[in-house]
């Protein structure tokens, strides 16, 4: 999660109240670790156009919108507003590795209980399918 100041967490870093379209559209071509000048290239536009796109001086058209999310690998509404399939916040690199490396390691832990759980719950569903179809048949 981003820090916004000390102590207080963002729990969306691309949130409209806290990037702009221009941020988004930067933060997915760094995060797909193209240039500015490769990205600009595989769209066919300028590189100044690509530039104003995410100095949010300009705002492309809707073909191209399309081909950023398509290219970027995130949705065209998340480029818009936000909102759906699109970059998660970057690590918070404030705290030393072997920290930041034991909680990813507790929450490994804990997903892998819920999904044994889960594989439990699906088993017994299916016992119970089972058992209607044979009582069925």
């Not at 207080?8 to 691309?14: D, F, G, I, L, T």
């Not at 390691?105 to 594989?119: D, K, S």
Request: charged share 30%; hydrophobic share 45%.
């Amino acid at each position: 999660m981003a820090e916004t100041s000390p102590g207080v967490r963002s729990e969306q870093w691309y949130a409209p109240e806290v990037a702009t379209f221009g941020d988004r559209l930067a933060g997915a071509r760094e995060a797909a670790g193209l240039s500015q000048d490769d990205l600009a290239q595989r769209l066919g536009v300028r590189l100044t156009t690509l530039q104003n796109w995410e100095e949010d001086l300009a705002e492309p058209r809707g073909n191209r919108l399309q081909m950023l999310a398509g290219m970027l690998n995130v949705s065209l509404r998340w480029l818009l507003v936000a909102e759906g399939d699109g970059l998660s916040e970057p690590p918070d690199t404030s705290r030393p590795l072997a920290a930041r490396a034991e909680e990813a390691l507790a929450e490994l832990q804990q997903l892998r209980g819920e999904a044994i759980a889960m594989a439990e719950k699906l088993a017994q569903v299916e016992r119970r399918v089972r058992q209607a179809m044979r009582e069925a048949a």
